[in-house]
């Protein structure tokens, strides 16, 4: 758990990988979920921010480099998403502005029924049918991101022996009192 916790210490390629691949497992599995359970279950994937972050800095710190740089690796990864957010759907027939469309016209026809209940219930199925149409989009759009993210973290290489962020994964640190 403190490979997702803790920004302190180091990591080497392999845990890097390893944990980016458990942490994409656990998004998709959350997308999944929302689009066919409930919308709301999406709210969930913002647990894993922080372990997202926590990995990088661990693996900036391994080539003995500011985990500060990590911002930079969020702007890059919701630029990226951006760009693809508007490119992907389109490429698998996802037309979300006509799917918001009808989604505002079932809820206005709802809304003469003065029947909170049925709006919500509208509203709510609206969103999980725009969800389950933009799931393949979106978990190509996050693998895509996932995968040019670890390009870039893969140009950073480890520094050998010990740096101020500590000893090298699997090194035991030396007792400098022997």
Not at 44 to 70: C, E, M, N, Y
Not at 73 to 91: D, E, G, K, R, T
């Amino acid at each position: 758990m403190n490979l997702y916790l803790s920004p302190n210490g180091r990591i080497d390629q392999s845990t890097y990988w390893r944990g980016v691949i458990t942490l994409f497992v656990i998004s998709a599995v959350v997308s999944v979920l929302s689009a066919y359970v409930s919308p709301f279950l999406g709210l969930v994937s913002l647990i894993v921010i922080w372990p997202w972050i926590v990995l990088h800095v661990k693996r900036f710190h391994d080539a003995d480099q500011t985990g500060w740089i990590t911002i930079g690796m969020v702007v890059l990864a919701i630029i990226l998403s951006m760009v693809l957010s508007f490119i992907l759907p389109a490429l698998f027939g996802v037309d979300m502005i006509a799917m918001q469309e009808e989604m505002m016209r079932d809820i206005e026809d709802m809304s003469a029924s003065n029947d909170p209940g049925a709006i919500i219930a509208a509203s709510m199925e609206a969103s999980k049918k725009m969800a389950q149409a933009q799931l393949l989009p979106s978990l190509l759009s996050t693998a895509i991101v996932t995968g040019v993210i670890g390009f870039v973290m893969s140009l950073f290489k480890s520094t050998p022996g010990a740096n101020k962020y500590g000893t090298p994964p699997g090194m035991v640190p030396q007792d400098t009192f022997a």
